[in-house]
């Protein structure tokens, strides 16, 4: 009997598997089934999805094609086909970038592009207040920072996102992802404290993923479309060598540690973004990502504006918003979003406006956001191909880019460089192209 229990319950959710548990628990045998069921679901082969990308695909489930076991555990939750996309994605992400930079990571994304990305460098007052943290009453970790700074960076891109942690969650950064809107998270390991308040979020039904920090791929992979297999080599690129940095066609020649490692971060982000993408840093953290563009100006102007509505929310306009109390997280969100853009009406109008004030904001005008914009200066910003025209690097001197690596190799190389050096702008030629789809 106790061996066709163990067999039904493979695929049944947590939930259903704690009842079974639980009608075993006055049992002598009641300790070692739960230990036998602990283990068997660390050592999965195969684990069954409600369904794939959309309810009509079906069957769904994530094996491993050699027969060895899968190098998860699903803690808690029914993660499902895009949840784990963005899971093994994001999970790459963040162990990279730990390992280059010795730095706590955290990304946030969404269908299978980061939203955000950091690292676990200090945040400030400002940080604090824009990324709606600075009311908590606890200490914040270094992995914390990281997932804070991932998380805030674009608030509305990662709205129901899928969290990735490069090192063991704590209670600290826990209690951060149970106040957002979020699907699950994946991490090498969790604290018991930490597992006490995931398993609280979403009523319970909160993914939460452990992966084997030891997992190492095969070396080449395969993916089906179409019913036409598709097989090359992983992208094993190390993307902190310092000779990417080397080849340095501008006048500019030098690059500030800090620069370095922002171009390192973005190179990273760039490896697992859906091309066409550019991703421009600041500060240890990712604050525009433009993703999935078939022009790459068009990728340069996206990610371009999702910086400057970064820097525009540490106007002290924006700062300073009188919001109406208990406003939910996404509501200020939304409402800041629009307050900043050329539709700042449609939340200052009158009847409108006190559903989000207290009293009615100026407007923020496009002087007073030209102006503000102008002063942002040190950000870095790479590019997974090269830029083929000069307007790119026009478009990212006004979010204030002053360090660019990029693959090279355009035959406009020249006027992109010669646009460089009008800016005073320091431009690498990485050689490396890191399309990703």
Request: aromatic fraction near 10%.
């Amino acid at each position: 009997m106790m061996q066709y229990m163990i067999a039904f319950s493979i695929n049944l959710p947590a939930k259903v598997q704690k009842s079974l548990i639980r009608c075993y628990k006055n049992a002598i045998f009641f300790v070692t089934l739960q230990q036998i069921l602990n283990k068997y679901m660390f050592a999965m082969k195969e684990l069954a999805l409600k369904y794939g990308c959309n309810p009509n695909q079906k069957p769904s489930r994530i094996y491993m094609e050699d027969g060895s076991e899968l190098p998860i555990e699903v803690v808690n939750g029914r993660p499902g086909y895009i949840n784990f996309l963005d899971a093994f994605n994001s999970w790459q992400l963040v162990k990279e970038l730990k390992a280059a930079t010795g730095l706590p990571a955290a990304a946030s994304f969404k269908h299978v592009s980061p939203a955000g990305a950091a690292v676990g460098l200090p945040l400030s007052d400002t940080l604090k207040k824009i990324y709606f943290c600075d009311d908590v009453n606890f200490e914040l970790s270094p992995l914390a920072c990281a997932y804070v700074r991932a998380r805030g960076a674009d608030r509305m891109c990662s709205y129901g996102d899928f969290v990735a942690l490069s090192d063991v969650c704590d209670e600290a950064t826990a209690l951060l992802i149970k106040r957002e809107v979020s699907d699950g998270v994946i991490a090498p390991g969790y604290t018991p404290e930490a597992i006490k308040v995931l398993k609280e979020k979403r009523k319970g039904t909160y993914c939460v993923i452990q992966i084997d920090p030891d997992y190492v791929p095969a070396p080449i992979e395969h993916k089906q479309v179409f019913g036409v297999t598709f097989e090359q080599g992983r992208n094993e690129v190390r993307l902190d060598d310092p000779k990417l940095f080397e080849n340095i066609p501008t006048k500019a020649k030098n690059f500030t540690p800090d620069a370095i490692r922002d171009l390192i971060i973005s190179l990273i982000t760039l490896k697992y973004t859906q091309s066409n993408s550019v991703c421009y840093v600041k500060d240890g953290q990712a604050i525009g990502i433009g993703a999935g563009q078939q022009s790459r100006i068009h990728c340069t102007r996206l990610a371009g504006n999702k910086a400057d509505i970064w820097w525009l929310r540490q106007h002290p306009k924006v700062m300073n918003l009188p919001f109406v109390d208990n406003i939910r997280r996404a509501d200020r969100d939304n409402t800041i979003d629009v307050y900043i853009s050329e539709d700042h009406d449609d939340v200052l109008r009158d009847g409108t406006w006190q559903m989000f004030f207290k009293e009615k904001p100026e407007v923020l005008t496009m002087e007073e956001k030209k102006a503000w914009i102008a002063e942002n200066r040190g950000v870095a910003l790479g590019s997974d191909a090269f830029f083929p025209f000069g307007d790119n690097i026009e478009r990212a001197r006004r979010s204030g880019v002053t360090a660019i690596v990029q693959p090279g190799g355009s035959i406009r190389d020249q006027q992109v460089i010669d646009t460089c050096n009008k800016y005073d702008i320091a431009m690498a030629f990485c050689g490396i192209r890191l399309f990703h789809h």
